[in-house]
């Protein structure tokens, strides 16, 4: 037997000779990952950053930090997980303006949940195993390093921008021409200080085609809104998966992200017979039922891990319109007949 496993087997001896294993510790469940020691430490790893999205209140994550398997051995599914009983981790934060809970140092129990507050800010959280009084007191003197990086919520807005021929009526927002047109394109754009391959966003796109008067006002609704593309919480819109709408194209550069797609062609919907102002818009509003409109991105879903309740944010614009009207069909000319007087 080598000469670490011979010391590791003296070890787990001594402590359930010392200490009991009636501690329960934290099963690091399956939606959690391991990260390594951050880059600047001496390791790489693909998400050396934890990005958490700040909220009202202050935002709780929680964290499981790995016992050592010497002093530990029963924490594993076969020993249920347990924790040897007296010792203690030793969470800190630079900034320090984090709450843990429970209260740094945490004994018998590696998981600590970390409130962060409501500002964007990068923290180096670290963790440090330390031994009871009976091994000691030993403490890890190369703490575990995690970078976490809270940021703003995700922003995002549809716009369009049909060009020079197009009458604006509310600029980036709606526009009017004459005639039929050919399909346009729509841009549904985000903003969040995340990777490009971190960046995912969660909403629905709806499209209601109406006749309109010739003062604005709706005649008829040849359809009303319809969802055309939708992007649920568990298949979110991100590189792999840009939908089934015309030229659909997802361009990542962040922290701006910009999601394309091509409306219907834009024909005149016929009205009592004759080909009539029809109105074409375009709605991006929260995927599902709920009446709140909103996206959801990747990481502001994860940071309402703890609290269970997932947070919408509004678009700062969510409805862009195409209007297309007929070219006047001119009537009779009226004039005083040469017969008026005869």
């Not at 009084?133 to 703490?143: E, I, R």
């Not at 940021?151 to 009017?176: E, F, H």
């Not at 903003?191 to 010739?214: K, R």
């Given at each position: ?62 964290y ?10 029963n ?44 500002v964007?800010?990068?923290y ?26 809270v ?26 021409i ?118 959801v ?28 009207n ?17």
């Open positions: 037997m080598r000469k670490i496993n011979v010391l590791r087997a003296v070890l787990s001896v001594a402590a359930a000779m010392l200490l009991t294993f009636t501690a329960f510790g934290q099963v690091p469940e399956a939606d959690y990952s391991v990260f390594n020691t951050d880059v600047a430490n001496g390791a790489t790893h693909v998400d050396s950053t934890d990005y958490v999205t700040r909220k009202a209140g202050g935002t709780i994550m929680g499981f930090a790995v016992p050592d398997p010497v002093y530990h051995p924490y594993n599914a076969g020993g249920n997980w347990q924790i040897t009983n007296g010792f203690i981790w030793n969470w800190t934060s630079a900034p320090a303006t984090v709450t843990f809970n429970p209260v740094a140092p945490v004994t018998d129990t590696n998981y600590v949940e970390i409130q962060y507050p409501d964007a800010a990068t180096a959280i670290t963790v440090a195993e330390q031994t009871p009084a009976a091994f000691g007191g030993c403490v890890d003197a190369t703490p575990t390093y995690l970078r976490v990086s940021i703003d919520p995700p922003a995002g807005t549809a716009s369009i921008n049909p060009g020079a021929t197009w009458q604006t009526i509310t600029a980036n927002s709606a526009y009017q004459c005639n039929a047109q050919a399909a346009q394109t729509v841009t549904v754009a985000f903003n969040e200080a995340v990777p490009n391959h971190l960046a995912a966003y969660a909403f629905q796109i709806t499209e209601t085609i109406e006749v309109l008067s010739g003062t604005g006002t709706v005649l008829s609704t040849s359809q009303a809104e319809t969802v055309i593309q939708d992007f649920p919480l568990n298949s979110k819109l991100k590189a792999g998966n840009i939908g089934g709408l015309p030229s659909a194209a997802f361009v990542r550069a962040t922290p701006a992200f910009t999601y394309t797609f091509l409306t219907d062609a834009l024909a005149l919907v016929t009205y009592s017979g004759n080909p009539s102002r029809t109105r074409y818009t375009y709605r991006v509003t929260r995927t599902g039922d709920a009446a709140q409109n909103g996206l991105s990747n990481i502001s879903q994860k940071s309402d891990y703890i609290s269970g309740t997932v947070n919408y944010y509004n678009f700062t614009n969510q409805t862009v319109s195409f209007i297309v007929p070219a006047p069909a001119t009537g009779p000319i009226y004039y005083v007949p040469n017969n008026f007087n005869y």
